[in-house]
Each structure stands twice: as C-alpha cells, then as structure tokens.
C-alpha cells in the first residue's frame, strides 16, 4: 500500500487548511485510515482516524471540534479539513494506514505511512 499525501502550507492562525490522503496499491487490506503529526521538538502524535467501511472517526482532544476528517471510498482518499487553526497545530501530518477496524492512536500499530506535509500556523 503507498499512501500519498497532499496539502498543507502556511496560514495564519485562526485560518484553514486542507490535507489529502491518497491510497494506492493492496488497499482492501486496509480497514482504518489516521493522521499523526510532529511539530518541533516534540514526538509524534495522533491527531485523528477514520475507517473505511462505517466511517467511524476519532480525534485527540487537541483537535476536536476544529479539525473533521472525512472518506472517499470510490477515490481510496481520505480528508483532513483543518479549521481555527493554531500556532500549536504547526507540525509535519503523516498519514497512516492501519489493517485493523479498530482505532489505534499508538504510531507502532500502523502499517502504512505517507510522507509527510508540512503545516505552518503563524501567530
């Protein structure tokens, strides 16, 4: 599975960004899609998942009610909408892809990762 991911930039905070993830290869073993991220100094952590099939979703608290990530089956894509950005959101986002149906936000449970894309939040 290759992931291929797209977007991000530089935003002033309180702005909005998009990222895309594509998916490409042996995707029916794929069953969850997530996106981690590492801003700097800091170790990587997850920011929010989604599964393929019920479209279950889970977001850190960090992240919750501001950012929403949504699936497009047909496409092997998912989306990453990121609103009311802020300074703290400035981190490099990996996709990642996981086997499972069940929602891991530990980094080691996934099997798949895309390159990252830089997201730069001015104050």
């Known amino acids: 599975v290759q992931l291929q991911a797209s977007g991000g930039g530089l935003v002033q905070a309180g702005g909005s960004l998009s990222l895309s993830c594509a998916a490409s290869g042996r995707t029916f073993t794929t069953q969850t899609m997530a996106w981690f991220r590492q801003g700097p100094g800091k170790e990587r952590e997850f920011v929010t998942a989604i599964t393929w099939s019920a479209g279950t979703t889970s977001y850190a608290d960090s992240v919750k009610g501001r950012f929403s990530i949504s699936r497009d089956n047909a496409k092997n894509t998912v989306h990453l909408q990121m609103n009311s950005l802020k300074p703290e959101d400035t981190a490099v986002y990996y996709c990642?892809?996981?086997?499972?149906?069940?929602?891991?936000?530990?980094?080691?449970?996934?099997?798949?990762w895309g390159q990252g894309t830089q997201v730069t939040v001015s104050s």
């Open positions: 990642a892809a996981d086997t499972s149906s069940f929602i891991h936000w530990k980094e080691s449970e996934y099997d798949y």
